[in-house]
């Protein structure tokens, strides 16, 4: 796997991780507005990336999404204890996806150059 793949899935965790970090030091309107800001952010990049062919199909880039969003909601009712642990299930459930469908992937390519036997 080339390391351009997880770009921007490993630049969404950081993010996601110094934005709770910020977080508690500010206060609610602060919180408000830095979440607004980093969430149109986000959003761009996710819409750029997309447009380079970066996620594996749309269920990935769901889950890319579903991160934003969760920013925003946090954001808007600023409630953001546990919030390493929402990151690393985060990371897992797209670690998860990309790797077995990339393995999916490679078995159905693998899969399509074995000689094909006529069927009598």
Wanted: contains cysteine; glycine residues 6%.
């Amino acid at each position: 796997m080339k390391s351009g793949r997880w770009s921007f899935t490993i630049f969404l965790l950081a993010s996601y991780v110094a934005i709770f970090n910020l977080w508690l030091r500010l206060s609610g309107k602060w919180i408000l507005l830095s979440a607004l800001v980093s969430v149109v952010i986000l959003t761009m990049l996710l819409s750029a990336v997309r447009r380079r062919g970066y996620f594996l199909n749309g269920w990935d880039m769901m889950f890319h999404a579903v991160i934003i969003m969760d920013i925003l909601i946090e954001g808007l009712f600023q409630e953001h204890f546990g919030f390493y642990w929402c990151a690393l299930g985060f990371a897992a459930c797209i670690v998860a996806y990309r790797l077995l469908r990339r393995r999916a992937v490679t078995a159905q390519v693998r899969r399509d150059d074995l000689p094909q036997i006529p069927v009598i």
